[in-house]
Nanobody, 115 residues
C-alpha cells in the first residue's frame, strides 16, 4: 500500500520561509517514474495544484506561487520537497502531496502565515 507522509508545516510570519517534505513509501522504480504534485486547500474551497515535478525533473507552478516556491525531488530517498519563500497570508492552507500514478494522497500539513 502506498503511503505519503508530509512534514514541515507550521506557523510563520509574512515574508518568511518554510520547507515541506513528502516521503513516499513505494518501490524505487515506481517513485522514479512518477510525477509528484503538491496541492493546497483552504476551508470551503477545492484543492488547488501548487507545483508538479515530473519523473524527468521538469517543474511547473501555479501562477500565484511562481518565483516564490521551488519543488524538488530526491530519487534516492523517495522524497519531494517544496521550498516556500516570501510567504503571504494567502498561502495559508493545508498542503498535500499527491502521487497520480497511484491516486494516493498524504494526510496533509498545515501552513499558517500571519500578517
Amino acid at each position: 500500500q502506498v503511503q505519503l507522509v508530509e512534514s514541515g508545516g507550521g506557523l510563520v510570519q509574512s515574508g518568511g520561509s518554510l520547507r515541506l517534505s513528502c516521503a513516499v513509501s513505494v518501490s524505487d522504480s515506481a517513485f522514479r517514474n512518477s510525477p509528484v504534485m503538491w496541492y493546497r486547500q483552504t476551508p470551503g474551497k477545492s484543492r488547488e495544484m501548487v507545483a508538479v515535478i515530473t519523473s524527468a525533473g521538469s517543474t511547473n507552478y501555479a501562477k500565484s506561487v511562481k518565483g516564490r516556491f521551488t519543488i524538488s525531488r530526491n530519487n534516492t530517498r523517495n522524497t519531494v520537497d517544496l521550498q516556500m519563500n516570501s510567504l503571504k497570508p494567502e498561502d495559508t492552507a493545508v498542503y498535500y502531496c499527491y502521487l497520480p500514478q497511484r491516486s494516493s494522497w498524504g494526510q496533509g500539513t498545515q501552513v499558517t502565515v500571519s500578517s
